[in-house]
């Protein structure tokens, strides 16, 4: 993929992340950790820009983020 567009999706995305992940994200990952008390390591597979990774240190003990996007890596940093 394109530096140029990956960019323009990562802009386009990221509108409407922050909406998809607190309506339905946020509440479901956070009742399943809840549910299954063992886990205590969390892979965030397409992290994105990181916005749920603080969320997810809150629940679990160790959280990586992995994403395609080098773009959206640079933002999560």
Same mark, same amino acid.
Request: with cysteine; glycine share 6%.
């Given at each position: 993929m394109s530096q140029w567009k990956e960019k323009d999706i990562f802009k /386009?995305?990221?509108q409407y992340a922050n909406i998809l992940?607190?309506?339905y994200g946020f509440?479901?990952?956070s009742n399943?950790?809840?549910q299954h008390r063992?886990?205590?390591k969390v892979l965030? /597979?397409?992290c994105g820009s990181?916005?749920?990774i603080p969320f997810l240190t809150s629940i679990a003990f160790q959280v990586v983020g992995a994403d395609i996007s080098?773009?959206?890596l640079e933002n999560a940093r």
């Amino acid at each position: 993929m394109s530096q140029w567009k990956e960019k323009d999706i990562f802009k /386009l995305f990221s509108q409407y992340a922050n909406i998809l992940e607190e309506q339905y994200g946020f509440t479901a990952i956070s009742n399943f950790i809840k549910q299954h008390r063992s886990i205590n390591k969390v892979l965030d /597979l397409g992290c994105g820009s990181g916005e749920l990774i603080p969320f997810l240190t809150s629940i679990a003990f160790q959280v990586v983020g992995a994403d395609i996007s080098e773009h959206a890596l640079e933002n999560a940093r």
